[in-house]
């Protein structure tokens, strides 16, 4: 039940960011005296992410710092030591992300297992090996330092201190061609099963996490396929380039839209996320083409209503961020940022995307205008210490693949 302050505090408008992958990139916890650069774009020198630069630098833009940042983790392998080290704790991530960004967490939870060299190692039947049950002690003991996050100074659920995150869990599985977990859809599906099961047995509140099941716009096989059913996902979600899978599209209907209607069927009365939008720097694509193209974009999914979370994906083939009338791209649009006088960041309403009509399979996917709200940011961030890259997000033609 959502308190009356809670609700008479929600805002009608939209949250923006983006999402930023880089190498090594860390959140840095002391005053900054790097530029926007750092923040924006990932041709940057600077690695660090600092923290007052973000602020200073989205407030310079007459915009509220985001709400949301994205963060990486993996599953497996030599570095996963570390990787549970550098996400969890008073020094992780999370809480980087959550004190010092007063941000919401996006966890970006990849089934991936890699070795000492950095290189990936994971098994063709890891999924079907995490149904049967052959990951539970990690399982619960990464649900287990994830709560302790969530429970706040307190550890206690269910009181004023606690914390909120999102796990979006081996998206883009029907990418099958670059992600091994989308080879067997079924496995899949009782691989999410399982682990949902898991973490609903530890007590986790719907108001501290909230499940986001996330295909590709843009597949090899059929998203439905995966689907785990309404019961084990809370928001539905695609990842969306342009171009994807073909040519140059400058409307972004015609890559959203049959996505958008698959969703529509397969989850009617689920909020709708955007976890990755981009617009390629490639094929001789001008800058103002790509900033036409995210304005377009945003007007289509957030002022059309048709998205409650979007986040940009900024990298060194989506370098819009750094192209001029950037901000404006973003903040023409109904965008809203973290609220500093709410302590957990947004509203309950926000965060369960409960404050606007859910998607209809009769309305085409469209959600109607009222309350919506697009996350920032998904501050990308590897946290093995190993140089990994995210694959390409398309090619000019066919199936998108990695690098």
Request: with cysteine; aromatic share 10%; proline share 4%.
């Amino acid at each position: 039940m959502l308190a009356a302050a809670d609700d008479a505090n929600a805002a009608d408008g939209a949250v923006i960011g983006h999402h930023r992958r880089s190498a090594d990139a860390a959140i840095a916890t002391s005053s900054a005296t790097a530029s926007c650069c750092a923040l924006l774009r990932n041709s940057c020198a600077a690695v660090a992410i600092a923290v007052a630069a973000g602020a200073n630098c989205v407030a310079a833009n007459g915009a509220a710092p985001g709400a949301l940042w994205g963060v990486y983790a993996f599953w497996c392998g030599a570095v996963q030591s570390g990787n549970m080290g550098v996400t969890f704790g008073d020094g992780g991530y999370l809480m980087n992300i959550w004190n010092n960004m007063h941000a919401v967490p996006l966890i970006s939870w990849q089934p991936f297992c890699y070795d000492t060299t950095g290189t990936r190692v994971t098994s063709d039947s890891f999924t079907a090996d995490v149904a049967a049950g052959n990951y539970d002690s990690f399982i619960d003991d990464w649900a287990g330092q994830l709560l302790s996050f969530l429970n706040g100074d307190d550890g206690v659920a269910g009181t004023g201190d606690d914390r909120r995150a999102y796990l979006r869990m081996a998206h883009e599985m029907n990418l099958n061609s670059v992600y091994p977990w989308g080879l067997d859809a079924g496995a899949y599906v009782s691989f999410w099963q399982h682990v949902h099961d898991r973490f609903s047995a530890m007590g986790f509140q719907a108001t501290q996490l909230q499940w986001m099941w996330c295909p590709n716009n843009f597949g090899d096989a059929d998203a439905a396929g995966y689907w785990p059913g309404a019961d084990y996902v809370d928001w539905v979600c695609f990842d969306a380039y342009n171009p994807s899978g073909g040519g140059w599209a400058s409307d972004p209907s015609a890559i959203v839209d049959p996505i958008l209607s698959e969703l529509g069927s397969l989850a009617p009365g689920k909020p709708v996320a955007v976890g990755e939008f981009g617009c390629t720097s490639d094929n001789g694509v001008s800058s103002q083409s790509r900033v036409d193209w995210v304005s377009a974009f945003l007007a289509y999914m957030v002022d059309g209503g048709r998205a409650q979370l979007v986040s940009y994906f900024d990298s060194a083939e989506y370098v819009v961020s750094g192209d001029a009338g950037f901000s404006g791209a973003l903040w023409g649009h109904a965008l809203v940022g973290s609220d500093s006088s709410n302590g957990r960041v947004m509203t309950d309403a926000q965060f369960l995307g409960a404050a606007v009509s859910p998607m209809s399979s009769s309305s085409g996917g469209r959600l109607p205008p009222m309350l919506r709200w697009a996350a920032m940011a998904e501050l990308s961030l590897a946290n093995t210490g190993t140089s990994l890259r995210k694959r390409r997000k398309h090619k000019s033609s066919g199936p998108r693949g990695a690098n």
